[in-house]
Structure formats: C-alpha cells, structure tokens
C-alpha cells in the first residue's frame, strides 16, 4: 500500500515545463522529488468531499474529521494497483465514536461517521473528537486474496499523528502526512474542502531510511539509548513539507502543480499522471433486497412498519423503500 512506484504513469517523462496553473479538484497528484529520494502524493478535494458531507448534514467539527480521514484514505490508497478496497475505520470512546472511508479502486469514495451530538462541545480538536481506541487499515483484494489489516492506537491524538505511528511501526519507511479540511463560500453556499500531502523518503540504500529507535517505555538505569541520526535528505524533506500551511493545501486558486514547485522547486519535482476521485456509492435497491434475504425471518418482521420496510443507506443517505412482499416478510 505504500512506497509503490508510479512509474507506469510517468506523464512528464521528457522535458521540464511550467507548472500547470489550472487547479484539479477531486484528484490525486502522485510526485517524486528524485535529488532528495522522496515520493508522495497530493490531494486536492473539493465537490466529491462536499458530496459526501453535506448529504449527511454533519455539524461542522464532525465534518472537519470525517474530512480529514477521507483525504488520509484518498492518500493511502490511491497507490492500490488492483481492483481492490481500502477501508480506513476507527473506533474510538470519543463524541465521534465511529467513522468509515471506504475507498473502491480506481476512484469511488464514500464515508460516514457516528457521533453523539451532546458530547460535541467536549472535544477541542480531532483527537478530542476521536477520544481512545484504534484506527483500522483494510485492504480486501476480494474472496480469493487474504486481506490486510493494519491497525494502529489512537490515544487522544490527531489522524496525522496515527498516520506517522503507522508507518514509523509497521511499514517503517519515514513518513510524513499532512491533512487539512475547511469550509469556503461559494455560489452563496459553504461548500467543503480539503487538501492533502504525503511524503516519504525511499533512498534506494534501505539503511539510509532508518529512523530513530522507538521509545522503548522503561529503560533500566545505567541503559544508554541507541541514537540514529536522519539521513540528511529526509531532514530537508521533512523541512520542506514543514512549510505547507493548511491554506496552501485548501486553497481553490492555487494549482497543485503549483503547490508542489512551491515546496520543492529548489530540489526539482516532477509529476505523475493524477488519478481522479469521485464521491460513489455501491449501494443499489438490488444490494439492499438481497441484504434483507440474508436476516433472519423475524428480522425481517421486525423492519416493518406502516406496512412499510425502509432501509436507509448509512453511507450515503439514499431511501430504499420496500412492501413486506417484496422485503419477504412472510405474510399472515
Ligand atoms: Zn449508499
């Protein structure tokens, strides 16, 4: 899932241009910034994710998260070279206590969250939110391929911060995400946007990629921890993306194309083909009827009401309505 190369895509293989001042929203950038050993890939958002979140109607801070981990999906699994998914859920003790990204290869996006409306004000940023419990990774390439599940503690810190715990643990490649999500008035209407970029440092010399030891929790006195200094491309690397502000990666105007030579025009950067994203569900009234056959028959009794049984999809709000019939309920 990550560190995959995008060389098939290479879409400026011969040559140096401008960069394009033409912003791509809804897409994703892959780059490579050769001199420094950096690969990554930038997210720009905008009608898919208003998509997403204004058809629930979310108040604005649960918004801001369900945001945040659909561009840190669209991140991490736009590198999937199959026809496969990347589910990223968490489950968590906080006012939000469940929030699923479910991303379909090559582009379909859906997601929605669970939160209690009254523990809102308690939170004062996304870990807040989140509260104790886990982040989860799948990656299901189907019924006849194992799947993959990464899984990482959230202790009260942000995505960004279980993103980096994530790599530093269990892919160990130096790592370094940033996600930011906002609100801009447009056509007389906020509309949802949001930005993202990955950067990771893959010398072809795996020694130069070791990071410094883990904290190991308790050391017995006397115990002089190993230190491991950065490679000092990965220390300009991480220096560079330490300048991009929230505004940058949101902002409407300003290309990413544009965006990228800000940040490494010194180091030379170049750029794949971009992969495009759209918000989709899979659900279908077909999907919903052959889910119901699958309940038990008091189960299904127990859906019906007003002689009605009406299944509402929890990703993306679409009403399937159904008779007892149809929904077989058997009848009395
Ligand atoms: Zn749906």
């Known amino acids: 899932m990550t560190g995959s190369s995008p060389d098939n895509d290479i879409h400026l293989a ?44 979310y108040p604005a801070p649960v918004g801001k ?34 929030l699923v990204v479910d991303f379909q290869a090559p582009d379909r996006l859906r997601a929605y969250a669970r939160y ?15 509260g104790t419990g886990h982040l989860a990774m799948t990656i299901d390439q189907g019924p ?23 790599f530093l643990r269990s892919e160990q490649i130096p790592t370094r995400v940033r996600l930011a999500v906002g609100e801009e008035w447009s056509g007389g209407k906020r509309r949802w946007r ?10 072809k010399a795996p020694e130069r990629a070791r990071q410094p030891d883990l904290h190991p929790g308790d050391v017995p006195e006397g115990v002089v921890l190993h230190e491991i200094e950065e490679d000092e491309a990965w220390v300009e690397g991480q220096s560079l993306v330490a300048t991009v502000e929230d505004v940058e990666l949101i902002d409407p105007d300003l290309s990413g194309e544009r965006l990228l030579f800000r940040l490494f025009h010194e180091r030379g950067v170049r750029v794949f083909k971009e992969l495009p994203l759209q918000a989709k569900c899979s659900c279908s009234r077909d999907a919903v009827a052959g889910m119901l056959k699958s309940f038990t028959p008091q189960d299904r009794a127990d859906m019906v009401k007003d002689d009605k049984v009406i299944v509402t999809c929890e990703f993306c709000s679409s009403v399937y309505q159904f008779t007892p019939h149809e929904a077989g309920v058997a009848e009395n």
Do not use: C, N
């Not at 912003?23 to 994710?49: H, K, Y």
């Not at 991490?76 to 939000?96: M, Y």
């Not at 209690?116 to 989140?130: F, I, T, V, Y």
């Open 144 to 166: 006849e391929m194992s799947r993959y599940q990464g899984l990482v503690a959230l202790t009260g810190g942000s995505l960004e911060e279980a993103a980096h715990e994530y």
């Open 14 to 57: 011969s040559g140096i241009r401008a960069p394009s001042a033409v912003p791509v929203d809804d897409a994703v950038l892959p780059f490579e910034v050769a001199s420094l050993d950096l690969r990554g890939r930038l997210t720009r958002m905008g009608p898919a994710l208003d998509d997403i979140l204004t058809k629930h109607d």
């Open 194 to 203: 949001a930005g993202g970029l990955l950067t990771q440092f893959l010398p």
């Open 116 to 130: 209690d409306e009254a523990r809102l004000p308690e939170a004062k940023d996304s870990g807040g939110l989140l």
């Open 65 to 98: 998260l369900l945001g945040e981990a659909i561009v840190l999906t669209t991140l991490l699994g736009s590198s999937l070279k199959f026809d496969g998914r990347f589910i990223l859920q968490t489950q968590t003790d906080g006012p939000v206590s469940f």
